[in-house]
């Protein structure tokens, strides 16, 4: 089970951190992944880390957001930097064993999501 939380109401320039907790299980050798979706939009990479903590980035967040995990904690966490209102949307995380990082069919595990607006 993943929880996630963290998300919130921030002007544009502001930063934001989001926190997926995992349970259940340890999730230590998952490969974990951080999805949105805005209104009226599909649902969009953004951002995900291996085991090993190599990261991987959406092209419109790199630079800006920083995916990281502490599998002592089973969490990993999303670090969102200079947010813009076009980052606007549920962001969800999610867990697989393994796969093409970048979609969304490759996991597994869900969050519930956890909202992030962010006004101009």
């Known amino acids: 089970q993943l929880q996630a939380s963290g998300g919130g109401l921030v002007q544009a320039g502001g930063s934001l951190r989001l926190f997926c907790a995992a349970s259940?299980?340890?999730?230590?050798?998952?490969?974990m992944a951080w999805f949105r979706q805005a209104p009226g939009k599909e649902r969009e990479f953004v951002a995900a880390?291996?085991?090993?903590?190599?990261?991987y980035y959406a092209d419109s967040v790199k630079g800006r957001f920083t995916i990281s995990r502490d599998n002592a904690k089973n969490t990993v966490y999303l670090q969102m930097n200079n947010l813009k209102p076009e980052d606007t949307a549920v962001y969800y995380c999610?867990?697989?064993?393994?796969?093409?990082?970048?979609?969304?069919?490759?996991?597994?595990?869900w969050g519930q999501g956890t909202q992030v607006t962010v006004s101009s």
């Open positions: 259940g299980r340890s999730f230590s050798r998952d490969l």
């Open positions: 880390i291996r085991w090993t903590t190599m990261p």
């Open positions: 999610a867990a697989s064993s393994g796969g093409y990082y970048y979609s969304d069919l490759t996991y597994d595990y």
